[in-house]
């Protein structure tokens, strides 16, 4: 089935860990992007990726590094995490080109508790 | 700055019609889109609107005003299965999208 594989599903995790938040997509697209969501806030970019090889700071990106070797993956890192990142994770890709070239698909979404 | 509005939350009756309102304040504008959100699950895309006017996808209609900044979605025949959350977003001149916090939409039976 074509779309967004995110993971972890969820995971708790202590202050100052490191972690990496996985997303690949199998539908070849050249946008990606990663958002965070708060309850009472609208959808916030963390950072995005207009095709392999680039990438660019979003709304909120302090504290998040991505990286985007090839066209399929889309890791986030939290380089220290810190308890304002406790926060659901949205990966989502856009085809870039048309009609839907702004059209988002999401992936399922990561929760991240750290404590 | 740049600022997207919807109520937080919305009650409907099942069988019944809603109208969940958006208005906008962005710098340029490149199109208005509507996502339904599940609670716990991804957003997925409703519609797309970027010339004033009606755009009708089944149960589901998307009204734009570009002149007053103000989009609707109107719900008809409302099911159970719509209770949901609904996101309104806008491109703006940057072909950056600007979120609304979303409406929670109640259906009761």
């Known amino acids: 089935i074509a779309g967004i594989t995110q993971a972890p599903t969820s995971q708790i995790l202590a202050a100052g860990r490191r972690m990496t938040l996985r997303c690949t997509q199998d539908?070849?697209?050249?946008?990606m992007y990663w958002y965070r969501q708060d309850l009472g806030l609208g959808l916030r970019l963390i950072h995005y990726?207009?095709?392999?090889?680039?990438?660019g700071k979003g709304e909120v990106p302090d504290g998040y590094s991505v990286s985007r070797a090839n066209t399929d993956d889309f890791p986030l890192t939290l380089a220290s995490a810190v308890p304002s990142q406790t926060s659901v994770y949205f990966c989502?890709?856009?085809?870039?080109?048309?009609?839907?070239?702004?059209?988002?698909?999401f992936g399922a979404g990561s929760r991240l508790t750290v404590l | 700055g740049q600022n997207i509005d919807q109520p937080t939350e919305m009650t409907a009756t099942e069988g019944a019609i809603v109208q969940i309102n958006c208005t906008y304040q962005?710098?340029?504008?490149?199109?208005l889109f509507w996502y339904q959100q599940h609670a716990g699950e991804a957003p997925t895309f409703l519609s797309y609107?970027?010339l004033d006017g009606l755009e009708e996808k089944g149960r589901f209609s998307s009204f734009l005003s570009r002149s007053k900044g103000y989009s609707y979605l109107l719900l008809k025949e409302l099911q159970m299965k719509d209770s949901a959350s609904y996101l309104c977003?806008?491109?703006?001149?940057?072909?950056?999208?600007?979120w609304g916090a979303g409406t929670k939409l109640i259906i009761k039976p």
């Open positions: 989502a890709s856009s085809d870039g080109t048309g009609a839907g070239a702004n059209v988002l698909t």
């Open positions: 539908m070849r697209h050249n946008a």
């Open positions: 990726s207009n095709t392999a090889g680039t990438t």
């Open positions: 962005t710098s340029g504008f490149n199109g």
């Open positions: 609107n970027v």
């Open positions: 977003a806008v491109l703006d001149s940057n072909y950056q999208l600007i």
